[in-house]
């Protein structure tokens, strides 16, 4: 083997790894059902957002501390550090609370193998780990599919299609090369999870933008008429400060969405990202 032939494969190697560890920032920035990182909050949704999971975070670390073997104090537990961890300003401060997480799914699912919150919240917080990494990324993302489709398994409804939503973006943000990224997988999970929970914003949009990098235009402006539609039920039935981050991703979100779809949508030239 030429060094030539050995680097060229080395980068390719590393550039998927790099690809991959974008993608799970991307993808941890949307996983966790109606909440949104700080980072694309405005400033007073995202300071509500923040005191919200702070608080959060207290009172179920108490609760898990004085009571572990408690299976809801466990879930509930990992899914605050997932939350807070969305606030996180260093990867050690992330990497420290995901990891909080993990060991409470972990022990949760030793003692109950079928826990699909267990499952589902190891997953979750598996990609706020990943997002701390480069190359350590690529096994956790496999890890993530695993526990994903084992609450998948468990209980299709949780977190409002949440198993279904999030195996639909991590096929869609990872890469096909060197990873398990799959434009058929990414549409298959997609459109389930807004089979199972139309009326959450959440679902819709990440078909919609899906649709729209695949330049589906019509099929992203029937989602987008549907999403609109039912905006005011969603506002009565998503309210409070745990949604006040979520509400102003979704308007971001939305408005990029509707500016987008004003303009024609080119049709792709080649059957790149096709699986």
Known sequence: MTFATHYSRAGRRANAAKRLNTAAVLLVVVLKAGFCSAAFAGEGS??????????????????????????????Q???????????????????????????????????????????????MNLGQLARTKN????????????EF?????????????????????????????????????????LLRAVELAPDFPENRLNLAEALVRWRDSTGARQQLDALEAGLGKARTQYDGPAWAAAWNDWERRLAKLRAQLLRP????TSPKGTP
């Open 46 to 75: 995202g300071q509500v957002g923040a005191a919200f999971a702070e608080g959060e975070f207290q009172s179920w670390q108490q609760a898990y501390q004085a009571n572990h073997a408690n299976s809801t104090n466990a879930w």
């Open 77 to 123: 537990f990992a899914r605050a550090c997932f939350d807070w961890a969305e606030f996180s300003t260093n990867d050690t401060q992330r990497a420290a609370l995901a990891q909080l997480g993990i060991k409470a799914c972990r022990a949760l699912l030793k003692r109950d193998t079928n826990s699909v919150a267990g499952h589902y919240y190891l997953g």
């Open 135 to 146: 190359l350590g990324a690529l096994p956790i993302v496999d890890e993530m599919e695993m």
């Open 149 to 189: 489709k084992a609450a998948r398994r468990l209980d299709q409804n949780f977190d409002q299609a949440g198993p279904d939503r999030n195996l639909g973006l991590l096929y869609l943000e990872a890469p096909s090369i060197g990873s398990i990224g799959s434009r058929s997988k990414a549409r298959t999970h």
């Open 265 to 268: 949508i080119k049709p792709a």
